[in-house]
Nanobody
Framework: LEFVESGGGLVQPGGSLRLSCVAS????????IAWFRQAPGKEREAVSC????????KYADSVKGRFSISRVNANNTVFLEMNDLKPEDAATYYC?????????????????WGQGTQVTVSS
């Protein structure tokens, strides 16, 4: 069972990145998926999550209107589109999966976690 994030990198303030999270060894359509981030010296925090099939999504206040989460179950992939990036968005971003039929939650009880992808926002 593996979760692999990609798409991180260096971007200038105001720029955009699209993170991807691909699952292998299990079928993502059974899981709610979340993106978390952790900056150096700070606690890990939830950024966004998406339910398995009903389209329910949730965003942290700090990213509302700038980030968008989506999923393509057929490809076992979840995306996080990040626009208007700010220096405070710089962090390692992790995806996580939890078997849940409805909704998604901002908590740390997810079953599987990826290794993370680094996002740097700097001019």
């Amino acid at each position: 069972l593996e979760f692999v994030e990609s798409g991180g990198g260096l971007v200038q303030p105001g720029g955009s990145l699209r993170l991807s999270c691909v699952a292998s060894g299990f079928s993502l359509d059974l899981y709610a998926i979340a993106w978390f981030r952790q900056a150096p010296g700070k606690e890990r925090e939830a950024v966004s999550c998406i339910a398995r099939v009903d389209g329910y999504t949730k965003y942290a206040d700090s990213v509302k209107g700038r980030f968008s989460i989506s999923r393509v179950n057929a490809n076992n992939t979840v995306f996080l589109e990040m626009n208007d990036l700010k220096p405070e968005d710089a962090a390692t971003y992790y995806c996580a999966a939890e078997k849940r039929n409805r909704y998604c939650l901002f908590y740390f009880g997810y079953d599987f976690w990826g290794q993370g992808t680094q996002v740097t926002v700097s001019s």
